[in-house]
């Protein structure tokens, strides 16, 4: 029997993650990794018994969607609940993170990010990751995986 890579597996999860979300606008999952173990997960969603943008509408402000956790601060601060250390981790996150998430992901000590779709990666974003000495690298599925019907396809 084939067994599916690492890579394909956490970013799957992330995938599966990414069906949680409360946001209409899109739908983002990360996973945390440290030698080979998952230790946290997030996906973009209001807080904790706060209201939902499916339910209620995105709270829109300068076109950004405010209602919202990002889905890769929700698994570092998951880390932060519990008392998991993020350094030297990695993240598996669906969409190239946004520029707010970008420096949480290098403060927390993350040291490659992995991402299945590029998603208006900003320059800025891409020169800090790059200067703090990140390793960012966007990856396809070997066997693009169908989660609960829906076909994860990373490629353009
Ligand atoms: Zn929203
Ligand atoms: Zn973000």
New binding site residues.
């Given amino acids: 029997m084939n067994r599916i890579s690492w890579n394909d597996y956490f970013l799957a999860q992330s995938y599966l993650l990414a069906l949680r979300s ?4 899109l739908a983002v999952g990360a996973t945390i990794v440290r030698d080979n173990r998952i230790i946290a997960g997030g996906y ?1 969603g209001s807080i904790s018994g706060g209201v939902h ?2 339910d209620e ?4 402000i300068d076109n950004h ?4 956790v990002h889905a890769e601060v929700n698994a570092i601060l998951q880390c932060a609940k519990f008392g998991v250390p993020t350094n030297g981790a990695s993240m598996y996150v669906t969409h190239f993170p946004c520029l707010n998430c970008c420096r949480i992901i290098i403060q927390s000590g993350i040291k490659t990010l992995y991402y299945g779709e590029d998603y208006k990666n900003h320059p800025y974003a891409v020169e800090q990751f790059r200067e703090a000495g990140v390793i960012t690298e966007k990856i396809e599925f070997q066997e693009p995986p169908n989660i609960f019907g829906k076909q994860m396809i990373t490629k353009e």
């Fill in positions: 409360t946001c209409t606008r973009n943008c499916i509408g995105c709270y829109v969607c405010v209602r919202t």
